[in-house]
T-cell receptor, first 111, second 116 residues
Framework: GQSLEQPSEVTAVEGAIVQINCTYQTSGFYGLSWYQQHDGGAPTFLSY????GLEETGRFSSFLSRSDSYGYLLLQELQMKDSASYFCAVRARSNTGKLIFGQGTTLQVKP | GAVVSQHPSWVICKSGTSVKIECRSLDFQATTMFWYRQFPKQSLMLMAT?????????EQGVEKDKFLINHASLTLSTLTVTSAHPEDSSFYIC????????????FGPGTRLTVL
């Protein structure tokens, strides 16, 4: 089976940088994705890492180390609108591309 | 990114009735769609994988006779909650897999089900 661990809550101030870590245990691994979800809304795709290294998309970056079964999401120049839940998700090594989600990290950005 | 729609966005029903939720991929074809359930302040729990033209694959502990899934076309999957009870009240979210260059799942806006 698969399991993912990420912190339950993180608090930061506007303009700061925050890193949300994700460690995983999996019998098969095809990549790590990150999703953002605002209260009452649907998850929005942020990034995907299949290979080791850093992927940058604007203010958000995601990193993966397969040897350490570890990844993180880095959010820079935090804005109030970044307050949301962030989920890491492992893609199962299957033809369907099934995702298994972590429990989510609630990020609160303060003025 | 690609667009996935869900209908209805919310529904209130009486205990014992059945409710159908539709999930559509609007600008791409999806041979695979997924159905999730999310309780307040919790993560997304995968219920089943919906495969176009074949039977759905259910996760362990999900009753296939209670949560009927039909994936009749490359752009539409439906989830029917049969004989709904209050404990079925939840946020149901679908996603569609776009097997294009990024092979990404895109989520619908979700359906809030309340069973009285």
């Amino acid at each position: 089976g698969q399991s993912l661990e990420q912190p339950s809550e993180v608090t930061a101030v506007e303009g700061a940088i925050v890193q949300i870590n994700c460690t995983y245990q999996t019998s098969g691994f095809y990549g790590l994705s990150w999703y953002q979800q605002h209260d009452g809304g649907a998850p929005t795709f942020l990034s995907y890492n299949a290979l080791d290294g850093l992927e940058e998309t604007g203010r958000f970056s995601s990193f993966l180390s397969r040897s350490d079964s570890y990844g993180y999401l880095l959010l820079q120049e935090l804005q109030m609108k970044d307050s949301a839940s962030y989920f890491c998700a492992v893609r199962a090594r299957s033809n369907t591309g099934k995702l298994i989600f972590g429990q989510g990290t609630t990020l609160q950005v303060k003025p | 990114g690609a667009v996935v729609s869900q209908h209805p966005s919310w529904v209130i029903c009486k205990s014992g009735t059945s409710v159908k939720i539709e999930c559509r991929s609007l600008d791409f074809q999806a041979t695979t769609m997924f159905w999730y359930r999310q309780f307040p302040k919790q993560s997304l729990m995968l219920m089943a994988t919906s495969n176009e033209g074949s039977k759905a694959t259910y996760e362990q502990g999900v009753e296939k006779d209670k949560f009927l899934i039909n994936h009749a076309s490359l752009t539409l999957s439906t989830l029917t909650v049969t004989s709904a009870h209050p404990e079925d009240s939840s946020f149901y979210i679908c996603s569609a897999r776009d097997t294009g260059s990024t092979d990404t799942q895109y989520f619908g806006p979700g359906t809030r089900l309340t069973v009285l």
